[in-house]
């Protein structure tokens, strides 16, 4: 099961990444900038040479570090700024009187269900008119029946913890955090 799970995430690495990180990370977005600092001081395209410039003058590397700085302020405020709004958002649902915006919006997990159903119907005439197919559609259909409960899953999951974020609480550590935090290691790693 655990084999299979990991295939269908990294399937799925992207989307996962997304709902469980959110937008890329101020640190990552912070180590780009630098690149591009390094090379816009210089005037080495090659970051290696860039960087070798910059240790070497203490002048340069001064100022390297003056708009890296810059640009690592303009990235938390910005970054702040994109948390504030999406606190207020969360805030708002959380209050509102529409039991409806309250909630997690059943819409994606019907779409789902919509979508699964659809497949067991075609499934079903398929085997309805040639019986042999039976096995093979099956075997197709479940791929299709793991891909909408973990997009389920995931929807339920994220959604609650964004609501108890939004309400002042830590939402807990379980076991799709812990294998999101893997995941994004593994990420990490592989870029190196």
Known sequence: ???????????????????????????????????????????????????????ADPALFARFQEALTRRALGLAAEETRRLAEREASWRAMTGSEDAYVRR??????YALVAIGLAAAATA???????????????????????????VGGLYVVKRSDDKAAAGGTEPPAGALRRLGGALQTMIGEARK
């Open 124 to 150: 079903l005439l398929i085997c309805w008119r040639e019986p042999v197919l039976l096995p093979d559609t099956i075997a197709a259909l479940q791929w299709v029946v793991y891909a909408l409960a973990g």
């Open 104 to 109: 997690a919006r059943p819409t994606i997990i």
């Open 1 to 55: 099961m655990i084999p299979l799970l990991l295939s269908l995430a990294g399937a799925a690495l992207p989307a996962i990444k997304e709902l469980i990180e959110g937008d890329q990370p101020i640190g990552t977005r912070l180590v780009d900038a630098a690149g591009g600092i390094a090379s816009g001081l210089t005037g080495e395209p090659d970051l290696e040479t860039a960087a070798a410039a910059i240790q």
